[in-house]
């Protein structure tokens, strides 16, 4: 594969991707795929959904017509995570239960396990399961950042770019050409989803993008020591990994269920310290590249791998303690008599 072709590639997609989302929008508006507006969310007319068909559809497109089908793990995350985004297509439509949701996710990393995607911890028989709760686990935090406008394409952009990189230098060229196209597609869907966003990637385009970054650091992590996975599997998903952290903590913290809906993400904690919607993406979009940099950098040794791994799980473990000191959670006396004006989502 030419070196060549992978810039191009990503360019094409971002193009492709812009321009396909604009009849897409119109189609969501037309058949009334759309996100209405009410209780915690902040958008104030019905905003179209099947951006992540523009992004899923345009990324394997493109990536099929360069790299082709003959590098068998990253097929099956193709095939696999086409899949996913499918789900989440239905559940955009029509909300699904979450053990619907669960059921195939974890139908499809169990494809891309038995396609050679896995990861190498004990050598044994639990490699397989654990790949796989990694996968479902990590494939929706990023569903669940997806919630605030442009978050997730910043994430995704940043992210998939240096993982591409890393691709690249490992020797996996048609890996890194899906990741380049990746990025690709987020930054071609931005301009539809920067504040105030005129379109939604959806769940359709969230499941395939957390499924597309999981998968391929799996890959490239495989069959390396201990701290190299650490590593390697934090610091490409470490937004999603530390918003799923605070979340989760902090609502365990104040006796609400880790499942349910809210506006305490990591995002809604940064407009709570004063950043308007725009600069939270820019936020997060650079910590993402903060992080897809030093994993790059103990790719090609300028850091060793256990440091890496110290400095990411150790970062991750203060930022989710410290976003717990921004407040969202209302008293129960005030949630047991909700105003009419109620905490909102994007």
Not at 65 to 79: C, E, H, N, Y
Not at 153 to 179: E, H, K, N, R, W
Request: proline share 5%; hydrophobic share 55%; charged share 10%.
């Amino acid at each position: 594969m030419s070196g060549a072709l992978t810039p191009a590639a990503c360019g094409a997609a971002c193009v492709l991707t812009a321009l396909t989302a604009v009849p897409l929008k119109r189609l969501a508006l037309r058949w009334g795929f759309t996100d209405r507006p009410g209780g915690h969310k902040a958008h104030a007319r019905p905003t179209p959904y099947l951006g992540g068909i523009a992004i899923a559809l345009v990324t394997v497109v493109t990536t099929v017509t360069v790299a082709g089908l003959a590098d068998r793990r990253l097929t099956a995350i193709l095939l696999a995570a086409t899949a996913v985004a499918a789900l989440g297509l239905i559940d955009d439509i029509a909300s699904l239960p979450a053990l619907t949701r669960l059921v195939v996710e974890t139908v499809a990393a169990t494809g891309v396990v038995l396609g050679g995607v896995q990861l190498t911890v004990t050598g044994g028989w639990p490699d397989a399961p654990l790949t796989i709760v990694w996968i479902v686990v990590v494939t929706n935090s990023f569903n669940l950042l997806d919630n605030m406008d442009g978050a997730l394409g910043a994430v995704t952009a940043a992210s998939a770019a240096f993982l591409a990189a890393i691709a690249f230098l490992l020797t996996q060229p048609a890996l890194g050409l899906f990741l380049a196209v990746l990025a690709g597609a987020a930054l071609g869907f931005l301009p539809h989803n920067w504040a105030p966003a005129k379109m939604f990637m959806g769940d359709a385009g969230s499941l395939f993008i957390g499924f597309g970054l999981t998968c391929s650091a799996i890959v490239l992590v495989s069959g390396r020591g201990p701290d190299t996975v650490v590593a390697g599997l934090l610091l490409p998903t470490f937004v999603a990994t530390v918003d799923t952290g605070v979340v989760f903590l902090s609502r365990l913290r104040a006796g609400r269920s880790p499942l349910a809906g809210g506006t305490d993400h990591v995002s809604h904690r940064l407009r709570r310290l004063g950043f308007d919607t725009r600069l939270v993406a820019v936020v997060l979009g650079l910590i993402a590249m903060l992080a897809g940099a030093l994993c790059a950098s103990m790719v090609v040794g300028l850091v060793p791998p256990l440091t890496a791994a110290i400095v990411g799980a150790g970062t991750a473990v203060a930022a989710i303690a410290l976003f717990q000191g921004v407040h969202v959670h209302r008293p129960r006396r005030a949630l047991d008599n909700p105003p009419r004006i109620r905490e909102r989502r994007r």
